[in-house]
Each structure stands twice: as C-alpha cells, then as structure tokens.
C-alpha cells in the first residue's frame, strides 16, 4: 500500500478540464521542510508562525524572522508558500506578549485581533516576511479575521512597513495578501473581504468550532465539532463562491483538506488548493486523480 501511494507522490493532479490542484503541506518548522517535500507537497498552503515564537524565551527577532521565512520560499520555489502571520492567543503563551486573563480563550484576544494591538510584534513579522518575499514565491495571509477593518489597517501596516524598508534602502518585494476564513463573520462578509485580498484559505478546524459553537478541544461537543455537518458544509460553498465571484483563489488548509472521503466534494464545489499534514498529501493526491480518471 506504501509502494502504491509513493507512485503519487511526485504527480501534478489535474482534473478532467486541465485544473491544476496545488496539493500543499501545513508545516510549523523549517525542520519539516523534508518530510513535506519526500511526500510530494507541491509548495506549503499553511506555514505556521507560532512555534517559532514558542520556540525561545525571548521574541524573534526581524532579521532570525526573515532569515526563516526566506529559507522556507528557496526551498520550495517556484511553487507557493504561505506564511501565516502570529495566530496565538491565551491558550498558548509566549514570552514577551502579556496575555489578559479571559474566560473565552477561544473568542479572545487571539491572532489578528492581537497582533493589531501590538504593532511593534506585527511589524516586526511583517518587515521580515517583506524582505523574505525576495527569495521565492512567498504570500501571506491572516488568521481570525472576523472584520473588513483589520484586514484594512493590516494593508495600512504593511505600506508603513514598505516605506520604510524602502527608506533604509533594504531590499524586499510586495507579497499578496490573504486572509484566512475561519469564523463565521468572515464567511458572511467573504463578498467584501474578496474585494481587499488576493486569496482566501478556509480554516475547517476554527471555522467548524465558531460555526457549530462546540469548542474544538472539549471532547463533550465533539458530535457537533464535525466539519461535514450541513452548516460547516455550507459555510465553505458560500466562501468558495464569493472566492469564485470576486476571481480569486480559494483554498483549504484546516484538517478536512486531507481527508479522502471530503476531497471529491471540495473539488466539486470549485477549491483548487488544498493544505494539509504531510503525510495526507499521498493519499490525497491519488484521490484527485482517481476521479479525473472517473471524469475522463
Ligand atoms: C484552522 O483553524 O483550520 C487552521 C488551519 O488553523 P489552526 O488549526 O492552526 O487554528
Ligand atoms: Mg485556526
């Protein structure tokens, strides 16, 4: 079964029309680099920033940032890598952020909403995936965007930033900007949010908990905490039609985008990438080819 899958690894799936499905690799380290490659990761849809924050007793500085975010786009260059901005909040601490006690950890000071409010982090993130940005084909994208103005004064930071890189005669190079759908809010207002973007990612792991109201980490909700319920199903179609509306990419990067049962419905209703843990891509890509030859 190993030996039949390694056949897929290294295919580009098409589907019947001649679409090209980016099947891509969530990683959080540049230590997975290999692993996502050995498995046939044709760029990286989800790079989590997290760790790298985790990681040290002290925040990362611009240039280890840069340094970090500029390996990741060589090694995968000329295919995509998607760089998601800071995405912590109460649950998982770092040091050098004051975390505010919260009931709600999960509808709290978390992701975007924190990173707004300390402009000296986000900048810092920002400034060195600017600079990352010259060495391959780097985009980046927000998590727990809920509202058309954080995705508004994002941009306004990011200017600021270039300005100023540009002043200090530093090299870098614009990135597109994504945000990540994931609660509701930002489903509902897909229209808008298409109009500031150039790509969406549809988070199915938050989406699926704000959705259905079931924490994702409390095992007494998990009946509801599953992502082909009616409503989890119709709030990814009403994402990837505004995406389609507008003309821009959509893709999917929670856990659902591996899964070989969902797969067939998420090309149906028009998602041309899909993001997941290395060790789905295999499987996921045969999958894809499967029904292009079910197609022909
Ligand atoms: C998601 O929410 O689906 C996602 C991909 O992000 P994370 O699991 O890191 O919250
Ligand atoms: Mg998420």
Redesign the pocket.
């Known amino acids: 079964e190993r030996d039949a899958l390694a056949a897929f690894k290294g295919i580009v799936p098409k589907l019947a029309d001649g679409t090209v499905i980016e099947v891509a690799a969530?990683i959080g380290s540049l230590e997975e680099i290999e692993a996502a490659q050995e498995a046939g990761a044709m760029g990286v849809g989800?790079f989590?920033t997290e760790l790298l924050f985790m990681r040290h007793m002290h925040l990362p500085s611009e240039d280890m940032q840069a340094e970090t975010y500029g390996a990741l786009a060589r090694a995968f260059a000329p295919h995509p890598v998607i760089v998601r901005t800071l995405?912590i909040g109460g649950d998982k601490p770092v040091a050098g952020v004051e975390f505010p006690d919260e009931e709600n950890p999960f509808l709290g000071w978390r992701g975007i909403r924190m990173c707004l409010d300390r402009p000296d982090i986000f900048k810092r993130q920002l400034r060195a995936l600017l600079r990352a940005g010259i060495h391959g084909n780097l985009k980046v994208m927000l998590?727990m965007v809920s509202d058309i103005g954080e995705v508004r004064r994002t941009k306004i930071l990011i200017d600021e930033c270039a300005t100023e890189l540009a002043r200090e005669s530093v090299p870098f190079t614009r990135f597109d900007l994504g945000v990540?759908i994931?609660t509701p809010a930002a489903v509902l207002i897909a229209p808008m949010l298409a109009k500031e973007v150039s790509f969406f990612s549809i988070?199915?792991?938050?989406?699926t908990q704000y959705v259905m109201a079931a924490d994702r980490l409390n095992p007494t909700v998990a009946n509801l905490n599953d992502v082909t319920n009616p409503a989890v199903m119709a709030a990814i179609e009403m994402t990837v039609n505004a995406a389609k509306a507008a003309g821009i990419m959509v893709g999917m990067?929670?856990?659902a985008a591996g899964r070989p049962d969902l797969i067939p419905a998420f090309i149906r209703m028009g998602l041309t990438e899909l993001s997941m843990s290395p060790a789905s891509i295999p499987r996921a890509k045969k999958r894809i080819a499967e029904l292009t030859a079910e197609a022909g």
């Not at 988070?203 to 989406?207: A, E, I, K, P, Y």
């Open positions: 969530n989800l989590r995405d998590p990540m994931e988070g199915t792991n938050d989406l990067c929670g856990e």
